[in-house]
C-alpha cells in the first residue's frame, strides 16, 4: 500500500480511535452472543462475525469486531475479509472501510490477495474508486478477481474506456477474464449505449468459450434488449440450449419495456410449458398490461399469482400501479393498505395512482401520511407533489415544496430526474399564474 493512502487511513484512524460500533440487540436472534463464552478463540470470533454477516446484520458483526479486539483476540487471515463485507454492505460509509484498512495494514495484511480484493470491494461499492486504485496498483501478487474488482469501479463511474483499458492490460500480463468479468464489461456496454462496443464484445465472448455460460448468455441478452436490438435478442434467445428462469424474465421484461403487450404475453405463455414463471416474471407481465391498461388480463395475472403463491413485496407494489393505472383507484388503495410493510416505492405508487386519477388533494394527503411514517421523500415522490400542487393551484403549497428542494439541494445533481423535478417546479409556478417566478426558474 502506497505511503499517502496509509497515512490517510491511519489519520482517520487515530482521530476517531477506530472503530468502536456500538452494539445492536439482536432480539429473537437466534446467534449466539459473544459474552456466551468466556474466552473465544479468533476462529470462533470469525464464526460469530460470519454468521451475523451471513444473516444481513452488519452493525453487530462490526461490534463483535470490536469486541474482539478489546478481548484481545488477533484478527487472522479470515477475519478483515469478513468485517470488509460488512463495511462494504453499509451505505455511505467508507469511513469505516479506511479505518479497517488501516488495522489490516497494521496487523501485517497489506500483502494478502485475498484481503485486499475484498477491501477493494468495499472501497468501490462505497463509492472509492479512487482508494481501491490505490490498493490494486501497490499489489505485489493480482488475482482475476482483483483486476474484475477495479474493472466494476470504474464500469460504476460511468468511466468505460478505463474499464477496458483494464481488460487490456490485464490480458498483457497473461491474465484471462472470468465470466464474472466478462458480465461486468457488458453491463457497461449496455450502460454506455454501445452497440457495437457490444457486438465486439460479444464476438470475444465466444472466442473466448464462454458463449454457453449461463451468467455471460444472460449478461449479452440483457444488453441487447436493453439497446433495443430485438431481433439480435431473440435469436440469440432461441439458441440457448437450456434456458432458465432468468432467460426467460429478460425476454418477457424486453417486450414489456417496449411496450408490446402480445410479445410479453406470447413469451409468458411459451415459459410456462418449459417453467413456472417466478413473481419476476409477473411483474414484468403486470407493466406490459398496465401500459395497454388490459384489466381482464391483468386480473387473470393476478389470480395465477395468488394460486402460486408468488406475491412479494414488488410484485405488490406492481398490482398497486398496474389497478391504478386501470381506473381502479379503489381496488388499488385495498391493495395499498393491505401491504404488511410500505417501501418508499410503494408510496410513490400510489401517489402517482391517485395524481392520474384526478385525486390530487389525496396526493397530498398520503404525502403527508408518508411523512408522518418517518419515510423520506425521493425525487419522485416529490415530483408528484409539485404536480399535485400545480393542479390544486395552491401557489403557497408550491412556494414550501420548492423552498424545501432549495434547502436540501435536491436540485443540484443535475441528472435527468432532476431536471423532470425542475420543470415540475417551472409548471407549478406558471399554472399557479405566477410568470416571474417560473421565469426565474427556467433561467
Known amino acids: 500500500m502506497c505511503h499517502a493512502a496509509l497515512l490517510k487511513a491511519s489519520a482517520f484512524a487515530l482521530k476517531h480511535r477506530v ?3 456500538a452494539a445492536r440487540p439482536l432480539s429473537g436472534n437466534p446467534i449466539a452472543e459473544p459474552k456466551a463464552f468466556l474466552r473465544p478463540s479468533t476462529d470462533r470470533w470469525n464464526s460469530m462475525i460470519r454468521a451475523h454477516v451471513d444473516s444481513g446484520h452488519f452493525h453487530t458483526a462490526l461490534s463483535l469486531f470490536s469486541a474482539m479486539r478489546e478481548g484481545g483476540a488477533r484478527p487472522n487471515h479470515y477475519t478483515f475479509p469478513l468485517v470488509n463485507r460488512a463495511a462494504s454492505s453499509l451505505a455511505n460509509r467508507i469511513d469505516v472501510g ?11 495484511f497489506a500483502g494478502d490477495v485475498y484481503f485486499c480484493n475484498t477491501m477493494m470491494e468495499a472501497y468501490v461499492r ?3 474508486v479512487g482508494m481501491a486504485r490505490l490498493v490494486f496498483d501497490e499489489m505485489c501478487m493480482r488475482d482475476v478477481v482483483s483486476w474484475t474488482s477495479l474493472i466494476s469501479g470504474y464500469a460504476r463511474l460511468g468511466d468505460f474506456d478505463e474499464a477496458f483499458d483494464l481488460l487490456h492490460r490485464m ?31 460479444h464476438g470475444f465472448v465466444i472466442k473466448m468459450g464462454f458463449g454457453g455460460h449461463e451468467l455471460v448468455q444472460n449478461s449479452i441478452l440483457t444488453m441487447f434488449s436493453k439497446l433495443s436490438c430485438l431481433e439480435v435478442a431473440q435469436k440469440l434467445f432461441d439458441d440457448i440450449q437450456n434456458r432458465s428462469v432468468a432467460s426467460w424474465n429478460i425476454l418477457v421484461s424486453m417486450y414489456s419495456s417496449m411496450g408490446d403487450v402480445s410479445g410479453a404475453i406470447d413469451s409468458y405463455e411459451k415459459m410456462k410449458m418449459e417453467l413456472s414463471p417466478s413473481s419476476e416474471t409477473l411483474t414484468s ?3 406490459a398490461l398496465a401500459k395497454s391498461e388490459d384489466l381482464r388480463l391483468g ?7 395468488v394460486k402460486a403463491g408468488q406475491i412479494d ?21 385495498q391493495l395499498y393498505e393491505e401491504a404488511q410493510t410500505k417501501s418508499s416505492t410503494l408510496w410513490c405508487i400510489m401517489m402517482w395512482g391517485f395524481l392520474q386519477n384526478g385525486e390530487f388533494l389525496e396526493t397530498v394527503h398520503l404525502f403527508q401520511r408518508m411523512q408522518e411514517a418517518g419515510f423520506m421523500p425521493g425525487k419522485d415522490a416529490l415530483r408528484v407533489l409539485v404536480m399535485a400542487c400545480s ?3 395552491v401557489l403557497m403549497w408550491g412556494k414550501g415544496i420548492h423552498g424545501y428542494l432549495i434547502r436540501n439541494n435536491t436540485l443540484e445533481a443535475g441528472g435527468s430526474d432532476d431536471t423532470a423535478l425542475g420543470t415540475s417546479v417551472l409548471n407549478m409556478y406558471a399554472k399557479c399564474g405566477s410568470i416571474d417566478l417560473a421565469r426565474r426558474c427556467f433561467r
Open 98 to 108: 479506511e479505518a479497517i484498512h488501516c488495522l489490516a495494514v497494521k496487523a501485517g
Open 391 to 393: 393542479h390544486l393551484g
Open 285 to 287: 407481465l403486470l407493466s
Open 171 to 201: 490480458r498483457a500480463e497473461g491474465l484471462q477474464p472470468s465470466p464474472v468479468t466478462l458480465a461486468v464489461l457488458l453491463r457497461a456496454c449496455c450502460a454506455a449505449e454501445d452497440v457495437a462496443g457490444g457486438c465486439q464484445l
Open 126 to 128: 462505497n463509492g472509492g
Open 313 to 333: 413485496a414488488i410484485l405488490h407494489a406492481s398490482l398497486v400501479d398496474f389497478y391504478a393505472k386501470c381506473g381502479e383507484l379503489e381496488f388499488a388503495v
Open 299 to 305: 386480473k387473470w395475472a393476478h389470480c395465477h399469482a
Open 19 to 21: 472503530p468502536s460500533f
